[in-house]
């Protein structure tokens, strides 16, 4: 069982990741120029590359059809929805699903790469700056957590290249902006659709890991500390009925009852009316 310490045991100097830390300030106070950088164009990008990176990416890609193979999909679509979660910044596919399967296998005890039973912080962003022993320290513990990843070319190319992917889409941002509106324009999109865009998707991923675990109701006697929460939920299209979700974790859909929505889920019918999604499990 954790501990009630802030840091788990593994979480040593030697195992903290300064070059992620750095860059997530970076894009923190870069974010913090969204007051002055404001325009409508922004604010259309920054809410529909929400949209696609953060429930087609993370939530639909990522979490439902890679780490828990909610419905079946073929594999250029997984590529495509793959490449929308690499634009939120939460690492590739590879590592970021052999990350979710760790957490249910260990959820709420000692391995549980962000536990709340440790502290608030932990489960809601230093877990992010610290090796985890079995995601980090030799490519064989990755292998069995997601082997099905690692035989797949497309998401091994993701995850070596998703920082360049990056670079290269927040330079299209504001060279676009600038191209159709000068540089004003170009700084706009770049802060909104790119900087701010980002961290909030990174925070709102984050608040299922702590405040999902924290505060909200249970509808299932999980053996874990998973709440459904409607604001998680609100932020991260559907993904904040937690406790649905580690009740039912293969199901598709985390919204169980009438008034849970799940944008994420209605997603996967819409794909599914289309032919593009096979075998749902609900």
Not at 181 to 203: D, E, H, P, T, Y
Request: aromatic share 16%.
């Amino acid at each position: 069982m954790a501990t009630s310490a802030i840091f788990p045991a593994y979480a040593t100097r030697g195992r903290f990741n300064a070059p992620l830390l750095a860059t997530y300030i970076v894009l923190h106070i870069a974010a913090l120029a969204a007051p002055f950088t404001f325009s409508w164009a922004g604010a259309a990008a920054f809410l529909g590359l929400y949209f696609l990176t953060i429930c087609l990416g993370i939530a639909l890609c990522y979490h439902r059809v890679l780490a828990h193979q909610s419905c079946q999909m073929a594999r250029p679509l997984k590529f495509l929805l793959a490449l929308l979660a690499c634009l939120a910044y939460q690492r590739g596919p590879i590592w970021w699903v052999a990350c979710h399967r760790l957490h249910h296998r260990r959820v709420d005890r000692d391995g549980d790469p962000h536990s709340p039973r440790n502290s608030f912080w932990w489960s809601h962003f230093l877990w992010a700056f610290f090796r985890h022993p079995q995601l980090d320290e030799a490519r064989e513990t990755t292998q069995r957590l997601a082997p099905d990843l690692q035989r797949d070319p497309g998401m091994r190319f993701l995850e070596r290249h998703y920082v360049s992917i990056n670079a290269i889409f927040l330079a299209t941002l504001f060279a676009a902006g600038a191209y159709w509106g000068g540089w004003r324009l170009g700084v706009s999109l770049l802060v909104w659709g790119g900087f701010l865009r980002i961290i909030a998707g990174l925070n709102a991923t984050w608040f299922v890991n702590s405040a999902a675990h924290l505060w909200g109701y249970r509808s299932f006697e999980t053996a874990d500390t998973s709440r459904n929460n409607w604001w998680v939920a609100l932020l991260t299209w559907g993904e904040g009925w937690h406790n649905n979700h580690h009740a039912h974790p293969r199901s598709a859909r985390c919204g169980r009852a009438w008034y849970e929505m799940d944008v994420t889920y209605g997603m996967i019918r819409v794909f599914k009316a289309c032919g593009w999604a096979t075998r749902v499990a609900v």
